[in-house]
């Protein structure tokens, strides 16, 4: 019998033991169940301002956490390392990872306050589809009196979006892009993220990134469009336009030029307050 992942639009049908398009869910006793609960690849104390977020909490740091698995397929991804481990082509994480609960994790963010810890990011992979443990971890953090902030990209059903979104304080929600065909290739939905956008935008701090792909998703056109858009949602909301360099599966392009960067900046704050030049 097969079980169908709710989580996100992918719906993936999966039967006894068949891991999803995400790579950390699994079919398990007629249950969809986390193959990366507590499994921590990545753990380190940054700036904010990394996440980013440059209009919450500046000059503060956060536990920033990261295990494996995404639902998409972007061929620029800066960590496929641990976001496609054990798949095409990757290595496994075996070696690399620690197990905490979400007690532990939220215990070793106390620990840190004193040297300026906000609390904790789930980031480095797409933290969703790990969404139990980030579920869970977010309220043992509130407990301990800290904050929530979530880097992701935004692919995740509603239900669990509007279950999640009250514990997270701020959030960064990567917006590849303003086209469906550009999304498509991606494995990706632009509609999903634009709703769930929408609903973080009503929620919590919300920022958004863009990364500007030079002949995919850098046209004035394009970046008019997905400004002005955002501006309908709250021109007050910070958009990060960052600059591409080459890596992972998309090394036949240069980086983005930095004056492209600035010119594009220069469209998006025709609209929206709060314009960010990534990498520059």
């Given at each position: 019998m ?7 639009f992918?719906h ?9 398009f ?18 921590v ?7 904010i ?20 698995g ?23 994480l ?11 994790l939220?215990?070793?963010?106390k ?16 933290p969703?589809?790990?969404y139990?443990?980030?579920l ?7 407990r301990q ?12 059903n ?8 009250p514990l ?11 086209s469906?065909?550009w ?5 990706g ?24 792909i030079?002949?995919e ?31 992972y ?6 980086p ?14 025709e ?9 520059c």
């Amino acid at each position: 019998m097969k079980t169908i992942c709710q989580l996100c639009f992918h719906h993936c049908r999966l039967e006894e033991g068949e891991i999803g398009f995400c790579g950390a869910r699994i079919g398990k006793q007629d249950k969809v169940r986390s193959l990366n609960y507590g499994k921590v690849t990545a753990l380190a104390l940054d700036p904010i301002e990394k996440k980013p977020l440059r209009r919450f909490h500046s000059g503060s740091m956060i536990l920033s956490v990261g295990s494996f698995g995404c639902n998409l397929r972007c061929p620029f991804c800066q960590n496929h390392s641990i976001s496609m481990a054990g798949r095409e082509g990757e290595e496994p994480l075996d070696r690399r990872q620690v197990v905490l609960s979400p007690e532990e994790l939220a215990e070793r963010a106390k620990e840190l306050e004193d040297r300026g810890n906000l609390g904790i990011a789930y980031t480095y992979n797409e933290p969703l589809v790990g969404y139990e443990f980030v579920l869970d971890a977010a309220e043992m953090v509130r407990r301990q009196g800290l904050l929530n902030v979530l880097v992701t990209n935004g692919t995740v059903n509603g239900s669990y979006w509007r279950q999640l979104l009250p514990l997270i304080d701020a959030a960064n929600i990567d917006l590849k892009g303003f086209s469906q065909e550009w999304y498509g290739r991606l494995g990706g939905d632009l509609e999903c993220v634009k709703r769930n956008i929408v609903l973080a935008a009503e929620a919590c701090h919300l920022e958004v990134t863009t990364l500007l792909i030079p002949g995919e998703n850098d046209s004035r056109e394009e970046i008019e469009a997905l400004s002005r858009w955002l501006a309908a949602v709250d021109r007050n909301i910070p958009l990060h336009l960052s600059r591409f360099f080459p890596q992972y599966r998309m090394t036949d392009r240069p980086p983005t030029p930095v004056d492209r960067i600035h010119e594009l900046a220069e469209v998006a704050g025709e609209h929206l307050n709060y314009v960010y030049r990534g990498n520059c």
